[in-house]
């Protein structure tokens, strides 16, 4: 499973759009790049998903560049509620499933 | 639809004291189950994963151990509780053996302390 390294932490004030990159400079071929939320005393829930280029759903954006060896996801105009560690996971059909460290994104009013 | 169920939520246990959580999985066939756990303010550290009944794979010797009696079912046990062991216990499921293995789904979670 690609090793994956994000910052620790990040802070916005609502309104803005926020891009949290991670590292994966091991990807292979078959991996998926996918993105997690969690919030305190829950378990983590998925966000977004995707191969290569760009994918949107009603929530955030995944940009992938064409190497492959980072990804962005794009959360556009934070609210407070939006504030949680992120964590994004790259792995294919593997068994063993291991997150990062995620990031702690911190929105003020 | 597919729902992952833990229990219990809460849970005080004195050092030294057995434990038992459980898991369940509805909806879904064959699925690979895993237990995370997860201290206060960290990331979360995979603890154990199984791809079947009976198979069961160990990231982390300590403990601790899971047991799959069931195809939807996972049980973490100790025999005896450390301090260490406190934290929020994470039970997950996704579907093997696609490109969408590793979408996984998450519990409820369980909050240990042990005191």
């Known amino acids: 499973l690609a090793k994956t390294t994000q910052p620790i932490s990040m802070d916005s004030y609502e309104g803005q759009e926020v891009n949290i990159t991670c590292s994966h400079n091991n990807i292979a071929t078959n991996d998926y790049i996918t993105w997690y939320q969690q919030f305190p005393s829950q378990g983590p829930r998925f966000i977004i998903q995707g191969y290569k280029t760009k994918v949107t759903n009603e929530v955030a954006s995944l940009f992938i560049p064409a190497d492959r060896k980072s990804s962005t996801l794009s959360l556009p105009r934070v609210s407070l509620s939006d504030t949680a560690v992120y964590y994004c996971?790259?792995?294919?059909?593997?068994?063993?499933?291991?997150f990062g460290t995620g990031t702690l994104l911190a929105v003020q009013p | 639809s597919q729902t992952i169920h833990q229990w219990p939520a809460t849970l005080v246990q004195p050092v030294g004291s057995p434990l038992s959580l459980e898991c369940t999985v509805e909806g879904t066939s064959n699925p690979n189950l895993y237990w995370y756990r997860q201290a206060a303010g960290r990331g979360l550290q995979l603890l154990f994963y199984?791809?079947?009944?009976?198979?069961i794979s160990s990231e982390v010797p300590q403990n601790l151990s899971a047991s799959r009696p069931q195809d939807r079912q996972f049980i973490l046990s100790s025999k005896k509780l450390l301090l260490s062991d406190s934290g929020f216990y994470l039970c997950a499921w996704s579907v093997p053996g696609s490109h969408s293995g590793n979408t996984i789904y998450f519990g409820e979670g369980s909050w240990l302390t042990v005191v």
């Open positions: 199984s791809v079947g009944i009976g198979q």
């Open positions: 996971l790259v792995g294919g059909a593997t068994n063993k499933l291991i």
